[in-house]
């Protein structure tokens, strides 16, 4: 038997109150939250380009693209790169082609203010998202 559940922004109290009844049977429970190459594919699909190089930069790279390699010039900004990849990630979920609360296929790295210094892509992700942008440059 499987039972899909999906519930979009449960109170504090259900969210809680489910994951303890849950907990009781977490050997036979499997959480959906894992990127596939079909939600990859998808993803990056839903990118304007200038954020699909972040992704295929991350990725040629092996998990880690520095900022000097997508800026235009020394002193340009990448905050439209980024707002990007976050609005994508929260519309495929809204959509319903990902559960909520997905791990961001790539992060930015800095300091926490200012530029960023690049962008880091899980190195378990690294293979998925590589067949999906491949498939989906077919």
Same mark, same amino acid.
């Given at each position: 038997?499987?039972?899909?559940?999906?519930? @979009?922004? &449960?109170?504090?109290?259900?969210?809680?109150?489910?994951?303890? $009844?849950?907990?009781?049977?977490?050997?036979?429970?499997?959480?959906?939250?894992?990127?596939?190459?079909?939600?990859?594919?998808?993803?990056?699909?839903?990118? #304007?380009?200038?954020?699909?190089?972040?992704?295929?930069?991350?990725?040629?790279? @092996?998990?880690? =693209? #520095? %900022?000097?390699?997508?800026?235009?010039?020394?002193?340009?900004?990448?905050?439209?790169?980024?707002? %990007? $990849?976050?609005?994508?990630?929260?519309?495929?979920?809204?959509?319903?082609?990902? &559960?909520?609360?997905?791990?961001? #296929?790539?992060?930015?790295?800095? &300091?926490?203010?200012?530029?960023? =210094?690049?962008?880091?892509? &899980?190195?378990? $992700?690294?293979?998925?998202?590589?067949?999906?942008?491949?498939?989906?440059?077919?």
């Amino acid at each position: 038997m499987r039972i899909t559940v999906t519930i @979009d922004q &449960p109170t504090g109290d259900f969210q809680d109150r489910l994951l303890a $009844l849950l907990s009781e049977y977490a050997a036979d429970v499997e959480e959906d939250n894992h990127w596939t190459i079909p939600r990859a594919e998808s993803y990056y699909l839903s990118l #304007p380009l200038r954020a699909r190089r972040i992704l295929e930069e991350a990725v040629t790279r @092996d998990g880690y =693209v #520095p %900022a000097e390699e997508l800026r235009d010039s020394e002193n340009s900004s990448l905050r439209g790169h980024s707002a %990007a $990849l976050k609005t994508a990630l929260q519309r495929g979920a809204t959509l319903g082609r990902w &559960p909520a609360g997905m791990q961001a #296929p790539v992060e930015p790295q800095g &300091p926490g203010f200012g530029k960023v =210094v690049g962008y880091r892509m &899980p190195d378990n $992700l690294v293979q998925t998202f590589y067949t999906a942008i491949k498939n989906a440059k077919k």
